[in-house]
């Protein structure tokens, strides 16, 4: 075993069999302190590093206090062991080390190796008989912060507000032309409170009835016109309404509980629509007209609408009365946008030859409260209802 592989051998042992303390690099700059010095272990006679020439023995790095190596490190050191190393030789090696960018400063130290003689050619040359171990301190750069990530919602869809559509197609893309799917889920869990009379009938107040309806929406559009300047963006489309209960509509006559969904309790409602849309500095505001059956809706939502009831209020010996005589619905509605997924906003809905010309108003105003909870009010000649209902929906666009 040669004399500088003996040499390194002892010295990483008795580091590691050093108290914490004396671990230390003994070669940078002393901190203020009142302790006692630390008598370091000998790593040879130092030499100052301005002399030179030398003869190159071996290369150390110290990393707080101890004895370390990297390849990367290694290769930047320029210098033979066996053959001249100068002090110029040592600045450029330490200049090398700096161009990493891992380390806030080098020290370099040179040390005369005990019982290591220089090789007879340069006896004559060499300043020391003995070969020389450079010793590197390096102060490595402080772990860069990891950045903040911000987590930022993802915008929420404005292809529409609950029911009524609008000419945008959905978050990202809402002004660009082409096509898009919209999802929608909504659903009336009740009715929060309502008055209703109508003539040669008492009035009747309620609270708090169950309606549980469930409207399913898959709204497909093609937006053709975009929003610039003065110029509002138009779309037409068309909707496909799978209407179901959890729970049946009560009557006047019959109230009752039931979860069953069966074929007298669903219905498909569709419509087909065009709607034109303005966004004026956030607000974004629409007008459309649709055509279709979707004018059933409100018979659904109140038992004060339905055939049955209105034959009950109207008296035993009147003429039926049917549900719908006209299809033409116009609709409308402003919305904005508090955050990317915190819209706020009140959509009009209008069903033309419905019995007691009947409009739905639907408010989103949940998420002021951070609820999705929204408020529709139901009008109605006799009377109103005001029922509560969630709403979720989804946007989905064809692949470029």
Known sequence: MGVRTATLLALTAALAAAPAAAQINPYLPPAASTAPAIVPISLGTQLSPAGGPWVLGEVLFFQNGQVTSDYTWSDKVHGTPGQLYTSGDLQSDVQSLMSLGAFERVAPAVYAIPNDPVPPQFSSIAVSSDQIRVVFTVVPKPAPKAPVVKLVPPPSAVSGL?????????????????????INAAYFIGRLYGKNSYPDSPSKTNYIDRIGLWLLTADGKMQIQSDAGWRPAVAVGGQATMMFRDSPQPTVTTPGVSVKVDAKSTKVLTDGYIVASKDWRGVRASLGLMQGNFGDLPTNLSEFLTPEALRFYKGPASVPVADVTSRTMPFGSVFYMLKPDYPVGVEYIKFNGA??????????????????FDVALLKFDGGYDVLGLFQFRYNHFPRR
């Open 355 to 372: 019995f007691g010309k009947p409009t739905l108003i639907d408010f989103k105003l949940g998420r002021l409260l951070h609820l999705n």
């Open 162 to 182: 609950i029911l009524t559509p609008t000419a945008f197609r959905g978050a990202g893309e809402h002004n660009t032309p082409g096509l898009g799917l919209d």
